[in-house]
């Protein structure tokens, strides 16, 4: 493999790495949100009992 190939190679794998960086940070704000409207919708049923 030459030089030009391995750049091609190494640029390549950069973009995948960065592509599912992107998916794992969308999957992980799922969580995130979820938590908050049930932390939020706890609060509303919480303020109501009082």
Same mark, same amino acid.
């Given at each position: 493999? /030459?030089? +030009? =190939? ?8 950069? #973009?995948?790495? =960065?592509?599912?960086? #992107?998916?794992?940070? =969308?999957? /992980? =704000?799922?969580?995130?949100?979820? @938590? *908050?409207?049930? *932390? *939020?919708?706890? #609060?509303? @049923? +919480?303020?109501?009992?009082?």
């Amino acid at each position: 493999m /030459n030089l +030009a =190939e391995e750049l091609a190679l190494l640029r390549r794998q950069v #973009r995948e790495q =960065e592509k599912e960086i #992107r998916r794992l940070k =969308e999957e /992980n =704000e799922f969580p995130e949100e979820a @938590s *908050a409207f049930f *932390a *939020a919708g706890r #609060r509303k @049923s +919480a303020k109501g009992r009082e």
